[in-house]
């Protein structure tokens, strides 16, 4: 099951529409007890699906494969008490189309804040799907770029790397990928100065390589330069 999770377009769904949490069947409270037994089986795990009134809407029990999974939380999405309401659909459709043109104009700050407006409509329908999906297309552009700053990294090339980091904070205010972009540039201070040492070789030049790298593992964890980063460490410990 946790394999299932992990499936890219599973945990989309997930993170978009649902609140996952786990509970200890052993332990669980008596109303989820008597819920385990509406999905007409007693195989672990059981997984409820439970809409914003925590009104139960339907289960399973036993592993689920992908296909299964990505079918349950269809279903669970199309049940009639999970739908936006007539009423704010339009509303809905008027906010996307809003949150397309900003985004299309890079006015980033200004489509977050539209975009929230869109989450803040209680329901499920595809028109709030579309609205997720400009929000991922925007954030991927500057993911790549992060991408290609990496790439430019791990071949020393560092004025590139750190033109394109400085770069998307600007082009991408207001989406996450800006202040990973500026994560990304602090940690690509010390990995460079790493290589700085790496490449001149005075004094006792391993040890302090070493050292900065680890900085770079320690403090900057949350980016892949950390994983850069550790390679290189390890290579100089075996003396490479």
Known sequence: MSSTLRDPQISKIIRRHFIAFAVDANAAPAEIKAAFTRTGGNRFPFVLYINDKGLYVHGTNGSRTIDDLRADLDKALNEKSMAVLKNREAELTKLVEVLDKQLEEKKH?????????????????????????????????GLKSLEEALGYANRDDFDKAREILEKVPKEFAGLPVADQAKAHLEALKPFEGAAQIMKDKKGNWR???????AVVVKNHSETPYASLAFQRQQKLLKGE
């Open 207 to 213: 040890p302090a390589a070493v050292q900065r790298l």
């Open 109 to 141: 700050k200004d489509a977050l804040a539209t975009f929230a407006k869109v989450q803040a409509i209680r329901g499920y329908s595809a028109t709030k799907d579309r609205a997720f999906d400009l929000v991922d297309q925007a954030q991927d552009v």
